[in-house]
């Protein structure tokens, strides 16, 4: 298996970096040839290589899962690429360990948090100033560069701009806008597009052993989001909760049953978020009790001076809870979308398959009641209530008024 497989509908993207990994090689290689005293290959401006990365799609387009399949790549080091093998095989040990995050030279960040903060791109920068330990160069995969604060982001400004010579960054963010001008304008910018809804059916198919029809129709629900796909097939509270949604449209014929369809929509969020919180936070809060010194299980007092070490992690865990509800808020709305955008299907007689068939029913009914320009607006007082929770509006409040909006059309 190549470490390309995973990247879903991406054949250009893929491509792309697959020439960038074989002139990343021929570099490092170059370079061990220059120190035996063999004349390396010179480094020119027809190099496919570079330094700094930024990955942007749609949400569900892979951008992380190309990031860490290029830095598996990079890592490579099967024999067969001196045999003329492009790097990326996915057996050696170099794009094994890249691939499941071992490997001592890929640092691939993530983030529950609202934000990325100037002391974490603090030390990203630091280690991203050492030379590989072992690997063919050191990565660093920021798989949330839209999340970083605007301090953040000039801290990380100069370790872009001035890199060390073997180390790569690569950047994710949804859209090149979301990353700051003097960033972007030192990466070398890929995009990714949404991936067909037959080749997500596949993935999930291959990879994660989901029955066809399973696969299918949570590849056609999503629109070819892949990871809302995955979650969608394998997990029955994601079915509950979708399905949940998309009966709100039908119950928002006055204003007790807008109110309440808000407040259901608003408790449905802050109960993903305390899932979450039940199955990591116990977890991340004993191993720190144990690391400070208090006996596992006891609930014994911590060594003096340790309290504001548990403090930062329960702020932390906070901060979490918020964008796990933010984010299950979102992807509620997301799904609202997709019903009306099946319902304008169906009032302009479009032959495109519906996402949600199985309420083909509900899509009917409110596609007959009501007329293309109605539905239109609808979307755009979903659309609105996302905007106004990115700039935190009270999530209740801005719910409310878009359950309003969608009775008055």
Request: glycine share 8%; net charge neutral; charged share 25%.
């Amino acid at each position: 298996m190549a470490v390309w497989d995973d990247v879903v509908g991406q054949e250009r993207l893929t491509e792309q970096l697959a020439a960038a990994a074989r002139d990343a090689d021929a570099l490092v290689t170059a370079e061990g040839a220059a120190a035996s005293g063999v004349d390396p290959i010179a480094q020119s401006g027809a190099s496919k290589m570079t330094h700094a990365w930024l990955f942007t799609g749609p949400p569900g387009s892979g951008r992380a899962t190309a990031a860490r399949a290029f830095a598996a790549a990079l890592q490579c080091v099967s024999p067969d690429r001196a045999l003329g093998g492009a790097p990326g095989c996915g057996f050696c040990d170099g794009c094994h360990t890249s691939l499941v995050g071992t490997h001592a030279d890929v640092e691939v960040v993530r983030t529950d948090l609202l934000s990325i903060g100037v002391k974490e791109t603090r030390d990203l920068v630091r280690r991203s100033s050492m030379s590989p330990s072992g690997g063919r160069w050191q990565v660093i995969v920021l798989e949330d560069a839209d999340r970083l604060t605007e301090g953040a982001g000039n801290v990380l400004l100069k370790a872009v701009e001035e890199p060390a010579p073997r180390t790569v960054w690569l950047l994710c963010a949804p859209s090149i806008e979301d990353v700051l001008p003097t960033i972007r304008s030192r990466c070398r910018h890929v995009t990714l597009r949404t991936p067909p809804v037959a080749a997500v059916a596949d993935v999930l198919i291959r990879r994660d052993g989901i029955d066809p029809d399973a696969a299918a129709a949570a590849a056609r629900a999503t629109q070819g989001h892949i990871g809302r796909a995955r979650r969608l097939a394998t997990d029955e509270r994601a079915r509950a909760r979708r399905a949940a949604v998309l009966k709100l449209p039908l119950r928002v014929d006055d204003i007790g049953g807008c109110l309440k369809g808000a407040q259901e929509l608003i408790d449905a969020a802050t109960e993903d978020a305390k899932q979450v919180a039940e199955d990591v936070d116990a977890k991340e809060t004993e191993e720190l009790r144990a690391a400070l010194g208090a006996a596992a299980g006891t609930g014994g007092r911590l060594p003096r001076g340790t309290a504001g070490a548990m403090k930062e992690l329960q702020d932390k865990q906070k901060r979490r809870s918020t964008r796990t509800q933010r984010d299950s808020l979102d992807l509620a709305l997301t799904d609202l979308t997709g019903f009306y955008r099946d319902v304008l299907a169906v009032q302009l007689n479009a032959t495109v398959p519906l996402a949600n068939d199985e309420v083909r029913d509900s899509v009917r009914r409110i596609a007959a009641s009501s007329s293309p320009e109605r539905t239109l607006r609808r979307i755009e007082a979903v659309i609105a209530c996302r905007q106004a929770l990115d700039r935190n509006v009270a999530p209740l409040l801005a719910v409310e008024a878009m359950t309003a909006a969608l009775r008055k059309g």
